[in-house]
């Protein structure tokens, strides 16, 4: 099963590194940094508590767990919309070429965009206004203004597509436990069958993933903490993160394997650059 919106540091094309090093366990899977989960996705477990600090993330997941049917219903429609936009700018683009065409999408964008900032009355849920924008924004990305204002411009993508949320994603996460909270609560959740998987903020100027909760950044102070209640988890664990002398410091030799990972994702491309994953656990192989 595949992930149903964009996230920064996603590990869909990771996973065949990630998941060799992972062991059989018979409680539950436990993720307290899930982001666009698509770990959690990938193994589809049956028994699992996932997590995020991000507010309106985790809004968005409880409303594909608890009122699927009715974010599918508001999808269909800004989808249908959105579509029938581009039809008629692909229209008047091939009559007239050499003109501007105004982008009918382009104005439902900052409409849109304005509801989810709460700047005018929605006529859509927050969690359809989240999917939209995050399919729709430039370049998927996440930022803030100093109101706490998302303020991202439009994308100009040709297709939102929006039956990416299908039954069975629904389905997964009704049988899910979900949390919106510090990961030290859910690491006091664990019993010693349990596995947690872990992917938190790297230690990088890129590590507040969006998050209004962490605006400051995922900072050493946070790093050092969490390092120390990884080694007191009272069950197996893997973490996946970031190569940085911090980092290499912190777990030593519990970084059993790591691997490349190209990164360009910002405007234009203007921040590309190959950085080095560690895997790292509490347990042997």
């Given at each position: 099963m595949k992930p149903i919106i964009k996230y920064r540091g996603g590990k869909s094309k990771e996973i065949p590194q990630i998941i060799q090093y992972m062991p059989q366990f018979d409680g539950r899977y436990i993720e307290p940094f899930l982001g666009g989960?698509?770990?959690?996705?990938?193994?589809?477990?049956?028994?699992?508590?996932?997590?995020?600090?991000?507010?309106?993330?985790?809004?968005?997941?409880?409303?594909v767990q608890q009122d699927f049917m009715q974010l599918s219903m508001e999808l269909a429609e800004l989808e249908n919309?959105?579509?029938?936009?581009?039809?008629?700018?692909?229209?008047?683009?091939?009559?007239?070429?050499?003109?501007?065409?105004?982008?009918?999408?382009?104005?439902?964008?900052?409409?849109?965009?304005?509801?989810?900032?709460?700047?005018?009355?929605?006529?859509?849920?927050?969690a359809a206004l989240y999917y939209f924008i995050n399919k729709t924004a430039f370049s998927g990305m996440i930022r803030f203004n100093a109101k706490?204002?998302?303020?991202?411009?439009?994308?100009?993508?040709?297709n939102l597509n929006t039956k990416i949320i299908t039954e069975a994603h629904h389905a997964l996460l009704v049988n899910t436990e979900i949390h919106n909270t510090d990961y030290s609560d859910?690491?006091?959740?664990?019993?010693?069958?349990?596995?947690?998987?872990?992917?938190?903020?790297?230690?990088?100027?890129?590590?507040?993933?969006?998050?209004?909760?962490?605006?400051?950044g995922f900072n050493e102070e946070n790093h050092r903490r969490l390092a120390e209640d990884f080694y007191n988890l009272g069950c197996r664990s893997l973490m996946v993160i970031g190569d940085t002398p911090l980092i290499r410091d912190l777990y030593g030799n519990n970084i059993i394997a790591e691997y490349d990972k190209n990164?360009?994702?910002?405007?234009?491309?203007r921040f590309q650059a190959e950085a080095t994953h560690l895997i790292i656990t509490n347990y042997e192989l």
């Open positions: 989960g698509a770990m959690f996705f990938h193994l589809e477990p049956n028994n699992a508590i996932i997590n995020d600090i991000n507010v309106r993330l985790i809004n968005f997941y409880r409303s919309i959105y579509s029938n936009n581009r039809l008629e700018f692909d229209k008047l683009k091939k009559l007239h070429p050499e003109d501007r065409i105004p982008d009918e999408n382009e104005t439902l964008y900052y409409q849109l965009r304005d509801m989810y900032n709460g700047l005018i009355p929605s006529t859509y849920s927050d706490g204002e998302y303020n991202v411009p439009y994308g100009r993508y040709k859910i690491f006091n959740l664990v019993n010693p069958d349990d596995f947690v998987f872990l992917d938190p903020p790297y230690d990088c100027i890129f590590s507040d993933y969006g998050n209004i909760q962490y605006q400051d990164y360009s994702v910002n405007i234009r491309n």
